[in-house]
């Protein structure tokens, strides 16, 4: 039985505009190797080469896929043949970048689903079905929505006595190849679409504590896996780089999707410090907020899956946030949830049961399944976690 993505694949209209406005030629050249990648490896080795070049305008995808951050799900058009088989491996994926990132070893994770004729596609609601649908199975949800905010979560365990453990909530974005060329163009991807999944704050803190423990082992003469290159220190050095990301949005067919925001217009600016020295070419610029022409936390963009080259005339900017870097009111709690994240084990509580139960509480699969992990549960996730 042909289950529904496959059903999906099978109804997208091709995009008769691509024939006359064919892909950017350093992008054309990377999507049809991966296209024809001999194996997973093979594949991420070539899109770490692309996202880890000046045609990645996130400065935290460059990093990640620099230093070997990032962790992937590759899908072909034959995993789309059977729901409950697709949903396994993307779920093994995700659990195996989880583990990596409770001890800093990750920090995202890429879904891609490779397919010429998704990269050929019309931005279409076909699309859109099929691309929520994919989301509805990695996040083991029913029925995401379009033009929604949806949220994964990672837990880092500090390498210090005891092992406190702290959470992040994660953004959910998509990315298509279709993207190449039209407005959007930021959010391109080569080889079909994709979800990525990442969190500033986690970069940071296991960047941070990764970079000390490296400090102290040369100081003890100890030999360390040199991939210290890149590391993010702070919170701090998030913000410079958040800012630079905005900066560098590509000038698409209707100008940057993106923009800073001049200090002297942004009240907010005025009345909150910026918490580090800001580098010469982002003098002046708000470090509490920028201007996106969409919101670059929404999952699942409606204005993605529209045929339009150029930017809607009708389309309103979005005032968006820097501020979950740095402002700890009680009022701004993203700075928690995202940027410091929330202790979820104190030192004395490290035990076995507990790390078992933190990652279990924090799982959408086990809150929806009530099971308790004790026992043969506890069991069953360590060997789902460690490999036991």
């Not at 994240?341 to 924090?362: C, K």
Request: overall charge negative.
């Amino acid at each position: 039985m042909i289950d529904a993505l496959y059903q999906l694949l099978n109804t997208l209209p091709h995009d008769e505009w691509r024939r006359t406005h064919p892909f950017q030629v350093e992008f054309a050249s990377t999507q049809t190797r991966l296209l024809n990648a001999a194996d997973d490896d093979a594949a991420a080795h070539i899109l770490c080469e692309w996202l880890s070049s000046q045609h990645q305008p996130c400065l935290f995808g460059r990093i990640a896929a620099k230093t070997g951050l990032l962790r992937f799900c590759f899908l072909r058009e034959s995993d789309l043949q059977n729901d409950a088989n697709l949903r396994v491996k993307i779920q093994v994926a995700r659990t195996a970048w989880k583990r990596a990132a409770w001890t800093g070893d990750a920090h995202g994770f890429l879904i891609v689903l490779l397919s010429q004729r998704i990269a050929e596609a019309l931005p279409s609601p076909e699309l859109m079905q099929l691309a929520t649908r994919l989301c509805d199975l990695y996040l083991l949800v029913s029925g995401v929505e379009p033009d929604q905010t949806y949220l994964d979560e990672l837990c880092y365990e500090m390498p210090v006595a005891d092992r406190p453990v702290f959470r992040w909530n994660v953004g959910v974005n998509y990315f298509c190849a279709n993207g190449d060329g039209r407005w959007w163009q930021d959010h391109r991807i080569p080889g079909g679409l994709a979800f990525s999944m990442n969190s500033v704050g986690h970069m940071a803190q296991s960047g941070k504590s990764k970079v000390a423990i490296e400090q102290l082992c040369a100081e003890l003469g100890l030999n360390l896996d040199p991939q210290a290159d890149g590391k993010i220190r702070s919170l701090g050095e998030a913000l410079t780089l958040a800012m630079q990301t905005i900066r560098n949005a590509s000038n698409s067919v209707s100008g940057p999707a993106t923009s800073l925001r001049a200090a002297a217009d942004d009240p907010q600016a005025q009345q909150i410090q910026c918490p580090v020295t800001l580098p010469r070419g982002l003098v002046g610029s708000s470090h509490c907020s920028y201007r996106g022409w969409y919101h670059t936390d929404v999952t699942v963009p409606r204005a993605y899956f529209r045929p339009d080259v150029e930017r809607a005339a009708t389309c309103d900017p979005y005032n968006l946030d820097f501020t979950y870097f740095f402002d700890e009111r009680v009022s701004n709690p993203d700075y928690l949830a995202i940027g410091t994240g929330i202790q979820i084990r104190e030192a004395s509580e490290a035990t076995e049961e507990y790390a078992l139960n933190s990652i279990a509480n924090f799982s959408r699969a086990a809150r929806y399944s009530g099971e308790k992990f004790t026992g043969e549960g506890a069991k069953r996730l360590r060997a789902e976690i460690f490999g036991d």
